[in-house]
Nanobody, 128 residues
Framework: VQLQAYGGGLVQPGGSLRLSCAAS????????IGWFRQAPGKEREGVSC????????YYADSVKGRFSIIRDNAKNTMYLQMNSLNPEDTAVYYC??????????????????????WGQGTLVTVSS
């Protein structure tokens, strides 16, 4: 299982960026997918995740309405479309997958501890 994340960079506040994560050695369609981020001095947090079984999605409150998680099975690649970026979105972003969809109290989970395979991070800096 290999995940290769790319697409980070410097973007001005209000701008957009699309992160990509190419999967190799396995079929992404059969896996839960997720994007996480870690800002300096902070814990890694779930940004957005999607289940493999029924397409359930999770978005952190801070990104709802601005970010979209996209799964392209034909390209075996997942994306994170980020719009209306603000400086608080500055972080290293990671993609991750897992064979298991995890639910807690009936809600789809997006916890880093529930994802077993990780790509390397890509840095997103939002600054003017």
């Amino acid at each position: 299982v290999q995940l290769q994340a790319y697409g980070g960079g410097l973007v001005q506040p209000g701008g957009s960026l699309r992160l990509s994560c190419a999967a190799s050695g396995f079929t992404l369609d059969n896996y839960a997918i997720g994007w996480f981020r870690q800002a300096p001095g902070k814990e890694r947090e779930g940004v957005s995740c999607e289940s493999s079984s029924d397409g359930s999605t999770y978005y952190a409150d801070s990104v709802k309405g601005r970010f979209s998680i996209i799964r392209d099975n034909a390209k075996n690649t997942m994306y994170l479309q980020m719009n209306s970026l603000n400086p608080e979105d500055t972080a290293v972003y990671y993609c991750a997958t897992d064979e298991v969809d995890t639910y807690y109290s009936g809600s789809y989970s997006c916890l880093a501890a529930d994802f077993g395979s990780w790509g390397q991070g890509t840095l997103v800096t939002v600054s003017s």
